[in-house]
């Protein structure tokens, strides 16, 4: 079974500053998406980014973008002129193309500072 | 409209009873799924439903028992309520041909069992 290993349960950043997200994953499939969500204190899950496996450019939406390195099983995420709103837990996710289930890391506490 | 409805959202029992959790999607989606999220905010995986049809099923004790009268709802029973019963439960719903897609998710239901 594929697992996804999110290794910083929590992370601080200052207002306007970038802050990176790590997340690894172990699969010994090729095709396969990753996801990252946000959860705010609201509980709800918010897509932030998305990216295909057999795409080697690394997606970007707005001022989030992602660093996608296939060999290394690495998908980490890159916020950046963080704003208050973006305090929340992350949580990156691994969906493989066979099936339907979505299989999350443990989360990270992002925090950001005024 | 709410894409991914879940009820209710609060949910306070006492240990050993019974109690149910419905989910309804108006997607059109065919496969819905329940997560639990602990306190830890751990996003575990318990079933997963095509079309009816169970599809995934993690190790979760026997006294949860899912049930999908139709593909645009899955219900969640659990039997004889346990403390470590507590927590989140997120109902979610995607279309089993498109793993590109995210899970479009519920608001959850916070269940606490005293």
């Known amino acids: 079974a594929q697992t996804v290993t999110q290794s910083q349960p929590e992370m601080s950043v200052q207002e306007a500053e970038t802050v990176t997200l790590s997340c690894t994953y172990d699969t010994s499939e090729s095709d396969y998406y990753l996801f990252w969500y946000k959860q705010p204190p609201s509980r709800q899950m918010i897509l932030v980014i998305r990216?295909?496996?057999?795409?080697?450019q690394n997606a970007t939406e707005n001022r989030f973008s992602v660093n996608f390195q296939k060999a290394a099983k690495s998908f980490s995420l890159k916020i950046s002129d963080s704003q208050l709103g973006d305090a929340a837990m992350y949580f990156c996710?691994?969906?493989?193309?066979?099936?339907?289930?979505?299989?999350f890391g443990a989360g990270t506490r992002l925090t950001v500072k005024p | 409209d709410t894409a991914v409805s879940q009820t209710p959202k609060y949910l306070v029992t006492q240990m050993g009873n019974d109690k149910s959790i419905k989910c309804e999607q108006n997607l059109g989606h065919d496969t819905m799924y329940w997560y639990k999220q602990d306190s830890k905010k751990f996003l575990k995986i318990m079933f997963s439903y095509n079309n009816k049809e169970l599809i995934i099923n993690e190790t979760v004790p026997n006294r949860f028992s899912p049930k999908s009268p139709d593909k645009a709802h899955l219900n969640l029973h659990i039997n004889s309520l346990e403390l470590g019963d507590s927590a989140v439960y997120f109902c979610?719903?995607?279309?089993?041909?498109?793993?590109?897609?995210?899970?479009?998710f519920g608001s959850g239901t916070q269940l606490s069992v005293l």
């Open positions: 996710a691994y969906r493989s193309a066979k099936n339907n289930d979505m299989r």
């Open positions: 990216q295909e496996a057999y795409k080697q």
């Open positions: 979610a719903s995607s279309l089993r041909g498109a793993p590109g897609e995210k899970l479009f």
